[in-house]
T-cell receptor, first 116, second 114 residues
Framework: GNSVTQMEGPVTLSEEAFLTINCTYT??????LFWYVQYPGEGLQLLLK?????DKGSNKGFEATYRKETTSFHLEKGSVQVSDSAVYFC???????????????FGKGTKLSVIP | KAGVTQTPRYLIKTRGQQVTLSCSPI?????VSWYQQTPGQGLQFLFE???????NKGNFPGRFSGRQFSNSRSEMNVSTLELGDSALYLC?????????????FGPGTRLLVL
């Protein structure tokens, strides 16, 4: 079956530090890959996505590259801010689904705290 | 364009009761999915509906059910509540439920079972 493994943290960084959150996956078909962010008391918001190998998703200074050879989709940001404090989820949606619809499979989430 | 809305936002129930949660997708979206989020199990897929038909279902007992109406609004029902059903229930919508589409999430309904 499909699975997503990401570093669980928590991760604590100082403002302006470099961020990397590792994410690796296992999928049956050709997945699309997503990073979602969840702020306290809220639902999930899409941060970025990539739908095929070597695609780079980017948004708000965050980037992630779809690496098929290493089955990875690591999230990076060059300079984090206090406002980036949240929980980050890596997820995949597989092209193969015997039931005909496509569910998201999530990692466990990584809690990021950025201190001034 | 309005986002995904979920009602109610908070619920407190006792064991053995049943509960119905509601989700209104983004206008024009026909696929609605439901997820359960708990500290222990993380985010788990419950089911997905498209054009009033359940197309996919996760590994949950039959106490969890849902439906979708002709206007794409969806409800999920949990019968005979157990303590372990306490969770944040998230609804997500997309245009057609394709694996390349973004699923847009609502704020969730937080259910507490006492």
């Amino acid at each position: 079956g499909n699975s997503v493994t990401q570093m669980e943290g928590p991760v604590t960084l100082s403002e302006e530090a470099f961020l990397t959150i590792n994410c690796t996956y296992t999928a049956t078909g050709y997945p699309s890959l997503f990073w979602y962010v969840q702020y306290p008391g809220e639902g999930l918001q899409l941060l970025l996505k990539a739908t095929k190998a070597d695609d780079k998703g980017s948004n708000k200074g965050f980037e992630a590259t779809y690496r098929k050879e290493t089955t990875s989709f690591h999230l990076e940001k060059g300079s984090v801010q206090v406002s980036d404090s949240a929980v980050y989820f890596c997820a995949l949606s597989d092209s193969y689904s015997g039931a005909g619809s496509y569910q998201l499979t999530f990692g466990k989430g990584t809690k990021l705290s950025v201190i001034p | 364009k309005a986002g995904v809305t979920q009602t109610p936002r908070y619920l407190i129930k006792t064991r053995g009761q049943q509960v119905t949660l509601s989700c209104s997708p983004i206008s024009g979206h026909r696929s609605v999915s439901w997820y359960q989020q708990t500290p222990g199990q993380g985010l788990q897929f419950l089911f997905e509906y498209f054009s009033e038909t359940q197309r996919n279902k996760g590994n949950f007992p039959g106490r969890f059910s849902g439906r979708q109406f002709s206007n794409s609004r969806s409800e999920m029902n949990v019968s005979t509540l157990e303590l372990g059903d306490s969770a944040l229930y998230l609804c997500a919508s997309s245009l057609a439920g394709s694996y390349q589409e973004t699923q847009y999430f609502g704020p969730g309904t937080r259910l507490l079972v006492l």
